[in-house]
């Protein structure tokens, strides 16, 4: 299957290779293409009915933890079975040639399998399980899909218990932001901090609808830090960014680590 490619304009050409200290601010559609669905594509299958906006708030945990935690189980099945993209491994190769801090809002961990150091995984991670009362972090077992476990044999999005927290007993709940909770505090100083340093910032995949992370790009352009954007559509930050490239992440990033190698 031919490659896709895309001709990036001089000036994104340009500025990266002006640039020493680049931060990338990745959304959703950086793990698009390892076939992780973004935050805002329909749900398929089981949970199909369930709006995912829904199912991460604390409202559908305390209603249902068996539920949110058998989807988030699926969640982490999904993520382990896909592979960082050209997009994800770009980044990575990108740290060989400039100061690349990788802040995200994603809570994969492609960016890490694919070599990437990430600085801030704002809303978490689906791969840091914690109490839900005394916030420990869990590291026992029931955070995987029963082994041999069949999805096509449901009907019905299957209810897992969550585990009981090593210190109080409490429900092992998922270690991501869910609606209407704070990010973590660490996360987003050190969020912040970067894009502060930053002599550009690489945007990649995301709506630029969710705030507080859709504010940081916002600082970076009032700080006079050229952001890039690169985006299969238009986003919310698409009018205010210094360049919007159309193109997708495992295609577009890959050409601008080939014109950084020069
Ligand atoms: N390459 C580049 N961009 C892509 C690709 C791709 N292959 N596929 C989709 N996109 C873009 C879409 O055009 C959209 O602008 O990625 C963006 C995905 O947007 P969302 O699904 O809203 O995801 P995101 O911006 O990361 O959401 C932010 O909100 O839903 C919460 O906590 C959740 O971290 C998430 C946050």
Redesign the pocket.
Known sequence: MATESVTLPGDVIDLVRQAHWITVF?????S??SGVP????AQTGLWERFD??AL?TVEAWDDDPALVWGWYLWRMKLVGDAQPNP?HRAIAGLADHRTVMVVT???DDLHERAGSEVISH??GSLFEPRCSVCAAPYHGTGTRLPAGFDIASYTEPPRIDPPACHECLSPVRPG??W?GEPLPRDAWQRAEHTIAGSELVLV???????YP??ELPERALANGTPVIE??????ALSPYVTLSVR??????LPALLDAVRG
């Open positions: 990745s959304g959703a559609g950086m698009a293409e973004t935050f805002r594509d995912p906006a991460a997009g809002q994603n809570v704002l809303h991501v932001v609606f990649v995949g995301t709506s630029g609808i969710v992370a859709a690169f985006n299969i559509d238009e986003s193109t997708s992440a495992a295609v577009g």
